[in-house]
């Protein structure tokens, strides 16, 4: 094969047999050579998307042999990564909330917070039936599908300014048997409907415009328009509070994914807007403020 991209001399990943333990280790030193910190979690994600094998498996046979068509589909993946493509666009499935989604570049690939605001959504909305739920900026569709398969008999919308993002939510929504729970549009913010929800969701963009080009490498592989929330990054989320007057019932409730920097702007658009709401901020797993809940008019969902 020549010089392999692996270690920078002329011996290929594939020119001896590798031990899954071996392997590992070649893979993870390798994705660290090239700035990627999380190497030994995603050394173990490309092996066992490559040997088909769980974390259990994975474990157990570490003395296994991999087979040279197997080790050529590993370097394949590497190939691709040490040009920090997010690896999630290579195996074409990103794990979020227990589930895994199709992503691909036109979608932005789903984050451990957007499943605290899922969480929020579950744990507010627990006792109640029949709600309808608008997801705004809806991507590969994590929000509506998860919600459609734990809240089995609500009503959902979801949309999106991508035609090629609702396709792939679409394709996501038919893998979780939940295709006809929800009505995809596609379209920016609520340009399709004049319907009022008991709950609004959405994880639009909130990365301020001059802050692009600092961020990780691999970001630069994600959609601009999911990324891009404006001059300040707030731009996107404050159209949908003064939009959200329009699609709100008295007792409705707004979840919002937010920069930690926003939330004070935020608040103080939304008790313009709704002069009677109550409003909440929780917080990541780092304590940065990421979850805005807004009940407009004071009222909790009833």
């Known amino acids: ?6 270690d920078g001399r002329s011996k290929s990943l594939i020119a ?9 280790s070649l893979i993870a030193s ?6 990627i910190t999380e ?7 490309i092996i066992m998307d490559t040997l088909a094998i769980n974390r259990v498996e994975l474990i157990s046979s570490q003395d296994s042999i991999v087979s040279t068509d197997q080790l050529h589909s590993i370097e394949s993946i590497i190939t691709r990564r040490i040009h920090r493509e997010p690896l999630a666009y290579i195996l074409g499935y990103q794990p979020f909330y227990g589930l895994d989604f199709a992503v691909n570049s ?24 029949n709600l309808s739920v608008a997801d705004i900026g809806t991507g590969s569709g994590v929000i509506a599908v998860t919600l459609a398969i734990m809240r089995g008999n609500y009503k959902f919308y979801a949309v999106d300014q991508s035609a090629a993002a609702v396709e792939l939510a679409k394709q996501n929504a038919k893998a979780h048997n939940v295709l006809g729970k929800i009505d995809f549009k596609t379209g920016h913010l609520f340009a399709n409907t004049k319907d ?18 600092q961020l990780d490498p691999e970001l630069s592989w994600e959609p601009l328009q999911a990324l891009d929330g ?4 707030s731009e996107v989320i404050s159209k949908l509070i003064y939009e959200s007057v329009l699609h709100v019932k008295p007792d409705s409730t707004i979840f ?3 920069d930690h920097s926003h939330s004070d702007k935020l608040i103080n658009i939304a008790n313009k807007i709704f002069p009677a709401s109550s409003i909440q901020i929780k917080q990541d797993l780092q304590g940065f403020d990421r979850i805005l809940i807004i009940n407009p008019f004071g009222r909790n969902l009833t």
């Open 1 to 6: 094969m020549g010089k392999s991209i692996l």
């Open 16 to 24: 001896k047999q590798q031990s899954i333990q071996s392997l590992h």
């Open 30 to 35: 390798t994705l660290e050579q090239h700035g």
């Open 39 to 45: 190497n030994h979690i995603e050394a173990d994600i």
């Open 106 to 129: 036109n979608v932005l690939i789903p984050r451990p917070e957007t499943e605290l605001l899922v969480e929020e959504i579950l744990n507010t909305t627990i006792s109640y039936n």
């Open 196 to 213: 009022k929800f008991d709950v609004i969701v959405s994880n639009l963009p909130y990365i301020p415009s001059s802050r692009l080009e």
């Open 230 to 233: 404006g001059t300040d990054g």
């Open 256 to 258: 919002l994914e937010i």
